[in-house]
Structures are given as C-alpha cells and as structure tokens.
C-alpha cells in the first residue's frame, strides 16, 4: 500500500503522481522479468479516499491503517488485468481535478482512463466483486510512454524456465520437509 498524507505531513498531496508510481511499478517488473527471462507480472489497483493509520499492538508493534478505502483498494487490485494500472472513479476524477487545476503538476506523462465494461469485476482466481464494492466504475490506465515490454522471449524458453523453478522448488520442499522429521 503506497499513499500520500495530507499536509502537514505531506507537502503536495499528489493522485497523480500515485498513478505514474503505479504505472512505474508495472514497467520496472517488467523490465525485471525480461531480463531474468522469467513469467512474472503485477497488477496495480489505486483509490482515493480517507483513512486513518496508526502504531498498534504491544509486544510487536506494527503500523497499520483502517477505513473503507483498504478494501476498496485490495479489490481494484485484485480485479486489475495483469501488467495494468486500475483506478476507481473517485482517483480518476481526482487525478483529472489536479490536472486541470494545479499548474504546478508536471506533465512528463499524457493518462488516459479507459471505463471497464464488464458487468462484474473478477479476480485471477474468479471470486467476483460488484463495482459498487469500489465506489462505482473502475478504469484502466493508459499513457502516452510504452506500458510493458514487447516480449523478445520465446514462450518455450519461458516455460522451461519456470519448469527448473519448479524442479529446484520441489527439491527444496522435498529437503525440508525431511529435515523436519529430524527435529
């Protein structure tokens, strides 16, 4: 979870520049997985709105935030297609006010919202979600800068990749779950 305080904590409370983190955040995975030659995406899921966050617990302290904003966040991602960006229309109109009011914003990136036009939001693993969960329709983001890397990796090369993983995985669990025995 990224986010930013309102002032005085944070001098420039910015939706835009949460969305170009996010769409960062896409690219540099990315760009890891080409380069490691391996499968691996994410998904980026981005709301506005208000919570509170504070230290709790005694023995093993931990900051944690509270507020209906979490679990409308923890569905935008879910939902969100791998190697995108997906915003609710709270942070969209959000994102669209600074634009056109803050002349200080910079515009090193063009976004777009493109509006979901599917009936249900559905995870990868298909729960469904209703748009009213997030406050209404979701959009994906879109840019004027190159979102994800064409990929230049054959998908056997992938595939054999991910089988020595698994191999080395399986080995791994196979040497632990011995090791226990002897505990």
Known sequence: IAGMAEPPLTEVNSPYNVVLFG?????????????????VGCRVGIHHGECIGGVVGTDMQRYHLFGDILGAMEILESTAPEGRVQVSAACKREVERQVKDDPFVPRSEKLDFVQREESKLRTSKGFEHSFDEVGGLTFLVTSNKELRQPSKTPSSVVGHEMQKVTRIKARTDTTESNAEGYK
């Open 23 to 39: 769409l960062d955040m896409v690219r540099a995975v990315d760009r890891w997985a080409h380069r490691n030659k391996v499968n």
